[in-house]
């Protein structure tokens, strides 16, 4: 069974940074593309940031490209998400996500695992 463990969230002001962490419990970590979601309330969850395997190459949302930024450590088997220059619309519950067998994966049913989610609020 994978289990994600997402960290980090917490209360920040706009224009602060929060870096999110992501745990992973899967023996096939390096074999998988992991990815960032996020929901706003009363909002559908939306793609924010992927990863390939390797941690090569990462790609995201056009709402937070120049901000935030995609890692992952394979040794330790976690990613990670640090949040710069946060804004108030960045304010949602953050998702760690898995996927298993896809490239470049960016929709919700691409993924196969999910965390709990963590917490971001960002005052104004």
């Known amino acids: 069974q994978v289990q994600l463990v997402e960290s980090g969230g917490g209360l920040v002001q706009a224009g602060g940074s929060l870096r999110l962490s992501c745990a992973a419990s899967?023996?096939?970590?390096?074999?998988?593309?992991m990815g960032w979601f996020r929901q706003a309330p009363r909002k559908e969850r939306e793609f924010v940031a992927g990863?390939?395997?390797?941690?090569?190459?990462?790609y995201y949302v056009d709402s937070v490209k120049g901000r935030f930024t995609m890692s992952r450590d394979n040794a330790k088997n976690t990613v990670y998400l640090q949040m710069n220059s946060l804004k108030s619309e960045d304010t949602a519950v953050y998702y760690c996500?898995?996927?298993?067998?896809?490239?470049?994966?960016?929709?919700?049913?691409?993924?196969?695992?999910w965390g709990q989610g963590t917490q971001v609020t960002v005052s104004s």
């Open positions: 996500a898995a996927d298993m067998t896809g490239t470049r994966p960016t929709a919700v049913y691409e993924y196969d695992y």
């Open positions: 899967v023996r096939t970590f390096s074999s998988s593309a």
């Open positions: 990863i390939s395997r390797s941690g090569g190459s990462a």
